[in-house]
Every structure is written in C-alpha cells, then in structure tokens.
C-alpha cells in the first residue's frame, strides 16, 4: 500500500473497509463456546467467514491449546501462513 498526498481526499477513498477482530483475547472460549475459536483450524475458519462477509481487515490474535492468548511468535507465523493460503487477496476497487 502506498500513501499519496492526496490519498485522504474522499473522492480518492475506497467506498468502504470493514475490520473484524473476531479472536477477543480477553474473552476465554467457555465465555461464548460457539463463537471462540480455539485450534488454528478454527481460527483460521473464521478469517474465511469474516472474509466472505465481506471484511477487508483482519485483527488478528492467536490461543494456545488451554484457549488463553499466545505471544508465540510461531503461532502468528502459522496463523498468517494460513489465513493467507485459505483467503484469497482482495484486490482494491
């Protein structure tokens, strides 16, 4: 992505960017057991239903197996690796 000097003029804006953070870090998945995904495949699951909901930006955070959040490096790794593989780039209109 590159800014231009009149990047924030509206008429050069896109019409609409939607953010989905759908991880929650402070919720723990006993909280809403339906909507928490725990295992990467969950989590990455999920990135592809926001995706087809229409999201163009992903917050993302990633869990251990306990279902608490994890600063492991790895695990972003494995997480970006695989939302990469399972959405498709969205090109800007």
């Given amino acids: 992505m590159q800014f ?6 509206p008429e050069n804006m896109d019409k609409v960017v939607i953010t989905v953070a759908p991880y929650g870090p ?14 990467m495949e969950e989590q990455i ?3 592809v239903d926001c995706y087809n909901a229409g999201a163009t930006v992903l917050n993302l955070h990633v869990r251990g197996l306990d279902g608490k959040g994890s600063r492991r ?8 690796a695989g939302v990469r593989a399972a ?3 969205r ?3």
């Fill in 4 to 9: 231009l000097d009149d990047s924030l003029h």
């Fill in 26 to 39: 402070e919720w723990m998945p006993e909280d809403f057991p339906e909507d928490i995904p725990v295992t």
């Fill in 45 to 47: 699951q999920k990135a």
């Fill in 73 to 80: 490096l790895s695990k972003f790794n494995e997480r970006i």
């Fill in 87 to 89: 959405v498709p780039l």
């Fill in 91 to 93: 090109k800007a209109a």
